[in-house]
């Protein structure tokens, strides 16, 4: 038999109706802050993810289905692609190259799978979806602002609240700006340098090359000299310090309850000043629901202008997790209003019964002249149908039909114009 790749899955009603529910309040709630829908290949230049995401990063050095093209025209030939492993790199491509910002699109959010080869395990995915949104902006659009920091992190909790999520925590810190961290890199290089023989391959490599990446490293063995290392709040220059103040005190005011911490730097090299996780205590080791934060030189880093950004992704897959106890997918899934039940040779007026009742917006299950009463009533009840409705041909000739309430019992005639709003009112 053959199964489905190792790290993914298939999602199966009813829980696609918890998804759906999901997407539905997500699309709502991210409307009313204007953010508007982009939708980006799920595959991209390989060169985007290493000049995006950073190649020293575990996404890019060891998480990324890669592969060389082989089209037969020579301008296919030999393109290295990449299943994308995260969306923000490939907004900011398509930010650039339709030169979003002459058309004022600068707030953007995206839903769909992403790709990383990561060892599964429970929350963690091969294929897993994201939910994302992000401000881009030109300098001094505004998109630089504190204020757009604290506007995001109030949508989220505003989007966990909607959704009945409780129980989240917001880990935030600054992570400076790019001056600021050559000086965090030093002062790390300093002090990893005696102590680096006694950590993982990993991290000895990263000590050299991208030290800030140490604080990805998951050996438990390294931990505890990972502890003793600097924290980059002590290397904020004077303008990282004032932004991230100015976020916190918005936030405070809009009611949004957050805790620093300064060990935050996430697993992305883009990341500028702040960054974040939400997390939620039910999720087990894989409890970052979702993470982001700003990146105000990614644009340029990517061949465009210069325009400050600031988004997050949600792992939709872990989203929904924390949902499930709470709201089963049965509690959204709107289940037949009608069964209807054409005698012997009645499917011809069966069709044309469900065709009138689903113009009216009713969810109609639609049985087969070849069941006996007995297999149509068991049918329905299979399906959950509110009604079941009877069409024999003296229903037809009369124009009124035998509907049955199959949960009281209750059976009433009903002329066929009546039918609709009969149903409709339960
Ligand atoms: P990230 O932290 O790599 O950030 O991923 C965001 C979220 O995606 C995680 O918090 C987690 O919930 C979910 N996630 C990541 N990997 C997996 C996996 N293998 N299985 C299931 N869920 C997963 C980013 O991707 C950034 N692009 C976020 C961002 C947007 N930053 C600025 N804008």
Redesign the pocket.
Known sequence: MIKAPRGTRDLLPPDTALWNHVEATVRDVFRAYNFQEIRTPIFEDTALFARGVGEETD?VSKEMYTWEDRGRAESDKGQSLTLR?????GTVRAYIEHKLWDRGLNKLYYIGP?F?R?RPQK????Q?Y?I???VIGPTASGSESPARDAEVLEMLATLLDRLGITNWTLELNSVGTPADRVKFNEALRAALDPVKEKMCTDCQRRAVTNPLRVFDCKVPEDQPIIETLPRITQFLGEDSRQHFEAVQTILRSVGVDFHINDRLV???D??TRTAF?FTHGALGA?N??????R?DGLSEALGGPAAP???????E???VMSLQERTPAESVLRKPDVYIAPMATMNAEGARLARELRRQNLIVELGDEAFRLKKSFEAASKAGAKYILIVGENEVKAEAFALKNLSSGEQVQVPRAELAQRIKEG
């Open positions: 996404i492993p995260e969306n923000t790199a992403q990383r990561e929350g963690r995915y091969r897993f994201q994302g949104a992000e996430r697993g992305l883009y990341y996780e894989q970052a629901i979702l993470g982001g934060g990146y950004g600031i988004g997050f992704a949600i792992g897959d872990r989203l």
